[in-house]
């Protein structure tokens, strides 16, 4: 039996005396939560990285020593966190809405992500083993994050 939080039910009581049409028990795809779980954890994990080895993951990914400051890459690792912190909230709420914006979020850094990485490459004329798999991964994560963001806007028919 899956057990509510009484603010679910009071915040829902006070969305529907309101006039609030929506829907608070979203029936989700499978494997979302979880899947919203896997993210928030490969966020705070790339994130800590970021910020404690900046040179060790810049080398994994291009496979050269960093000739620049790493404080674009901690700066990175502070933006990961940031939405490592929305992912961490996304997981625990019930509103559609806030599930969306979560997944949107995400799929926007995966697109960015991409079309970063793939430009950086483009002008280092190199194209690494690690780049490659970071660059095949961000489109495996885009389309499962923009499957469920889809799934999770859908109208449902009612029998």
């Known amino acids: 039996?899956?057990?509510?939080?009484?603010?679910y039910f009071v915040h829902s009581q006070i969305s529907q005396m309101l006039g609030n049409e929506m829907k608070f028990a979203v029936r989700e795809p499978i494997g979302l939560r979880v899947w919203i779980l896997i993210?928030?954890?490969?966020?705070?994990?790339?994130?800590?990285?970021?910020?404690?080895?900046?040179?060790?993951?810049y080398e994994?990914?291009?496979?050269?020593?960093?000739s620049t400051t790493c404080l674009s890459i901690r700066l990175y690792g502070g933006a990961l966190l940031?939405?490592?912190?929305?992912?961490?909230?996304g997981l625990y709420t019930a509103e559609k809405i806030i599930i969306q914006w979560t997944l949107l979020s995400e799929a926007c850094y995966f697109a960015v992500q991409f079309l970063v990485t793939s430009i950086t490459l483009i002008e280092l004329g190199i194209l690494p083993d690690?780049?490659?798999?970071?660059?095949?991964?961000?489109?495996?994560?885009?389309?499962?994050?923009?499957?469920?963001?889809?799934?999770?806007?859908r109208k449902v028919k009612k029998t």
Do not use: C, D, K
């Not at 039996?1 to 603010?7: D, K, N, R, Y």
């Not at 994994?60 to 960093?66: A, D, K, W």
């Not at 940031?82 to 909230?89: D, E, F, G, R, T």
């Open 60 to 66: 994994v990914v291009f496979e050269e020593q960093l």
């Open 39 to 57: 993210s928030a954890v490969g966020f705070t994990v790339m994130a800590l990285m970021a910020l404690v080895f900046p040179n060790q993951l």
């Open 1 to 7: 039996m899956i057990h509510f939080p009484l603010s």
């Open 82 to 89: 940031s939405l490592a912190v929305i992912l961490w909230n």
């Open 130 to 153: 690690g780049a490659m798999l970071l660059l095949l991964s961000r489109v495996l994560f885009l389309v499962v994050t923009m499957g469920y963001y889809y799934h999770l806007g």
